[in-house]
């Protein structure tokens, strides 16, 4: 049952606390000589470790010193051990954007949650959608658009009224965001493998940015989006309260 842990914690004092009282009962190795990473936050912290950790191969297990706790499980000094142990992985593939800037320069980064695309400007945005190289939508003019992934689908996606998506479902969901034409349109349900692609229309005048998971591109002239299989982040849950089960709560809340 001993295990070689890594500690990691956000700069919030309750978690840098948090860390020294578990490295004291534990011990603590550096990240590429661990077996499990303890990530210590809230959601953003654990996007960012996800993120940073990922050509490790080590299982990520969350706990919450932080606001918002979706990705991470209740936090207790005591029987960590134990709590590891039993624990269940759930893989998840993060989102590949590609983007050209106004410039003509190509901005590639990864996202676990989403990307989203937002105006930058006064006016809305004019969008058209392809999806595998069809035209899908000639123009949605909105406030903006984001592809989310299952695990990211109860954060922004849930907020601008997109759908909660089942962990392993293998579908995306583009979801617009204040749609002003077509009026109300909410989006789409998109297989996995679909290749979404945004361009902007107008861009000198209305300028949109692009961002994932906080990485943000601004005057955008076409993003394109797809999941990214050959990335796996590993994430561990208290049997019970894995992602799947906390989606479905979601919808009853």
């Given at each position: 049952m001993p295990k070689r842990i890594?500690?990691?914690?956000?700069?919030?004092?309750?978690?840098?606390?948090?860390?020294?009282?578990?490295?004291?009962?534990?011990?603590?190795?550096?990240?590429?000589?661990?077996?499990?990473?303890?990530?210590?936050?809230?959601?953003?912290?654990?996007?960012?470790?996800?993120?940073?950790?990922?050509?490790?191969d080590v299982p990520v297990y969350g706990m919450n010193r932080g606001t918002i706790g979706f990705l991470m499980n209740e936090y207790a000094e005591?029987?960590?051990?134990?709590?590891?142990?039993?624990?269940?992985?759930?893989?998840?593939?993060?989102?590949?954007?590609?983007?050209?800037?106004?410039?003509?320069?190509?901005?590639?980064a990864l996202a676990i949650n989403e990307v989203s695309l937002l105006r930058a400007g006064p006016q809305a945005a004019r969008l058209k959608i392809s999806v595998d190289g069809r035209l899908r939508l000639a123009e949605l003019v909105c406030d903006g658009a984001l592809v989310a992934t299952p695990a990211g689908s109860t954060a922004y996606n849930y907020s601008a009224h997109g759908p909660i998506l089942p962990i392993g479902s293998d579908v995306l969901a583009l979801t617009a965001i204040a749609a002003f034409r077509p009026r109300r349109w909410r989006?789409?349900?998109?297989?996995?493998?679909?290749?979404?692609?945004?361009?902007?229309?107008?861009?000198?005048?209305?300028?949109?940015?692009?961002?994932a998971d906080s990485t943000s591109i601004p005057d955008i002239d076409w993003v394109e989006i797809q999941s990214e299989p050959t990335i796996r982040h590993r994430i561990l849950f208290d049997p019970g309260h894995g992602l799947e089960e906390r989606l479905i709560s979601e919808q009853f809340t």
């Open positions: 890594a500690f990691l914690a956000s700069d919030a004092p309750v978690a840098q606390t948090a860390r020294a009282a578990l490295i004291g009962r534990y011990g603590n190795v550096a990240p590429r000589d661990a077996e499990v990473i303890v990530a210590l936050g809230g959601d953003g912290y654990m996007l960012r470790t996800l993120h940073s950790t990922q050509h490790l005591t029987n960590l051990l134990e709590r590891l142990e039993a624990a269940e992985e759930e893989i998840i593939n993060p989102l590949s954007m590609t983007a050209m800037d106004q410039a003509g320069q190509i901005h590639r989006g789409a349900l998109l297989p996995k493998t679909a290749k979404v692609r945004f361009d902007v229309v107008d861009a000198d005048k209305r300028p949109v940015m692009a961002d």
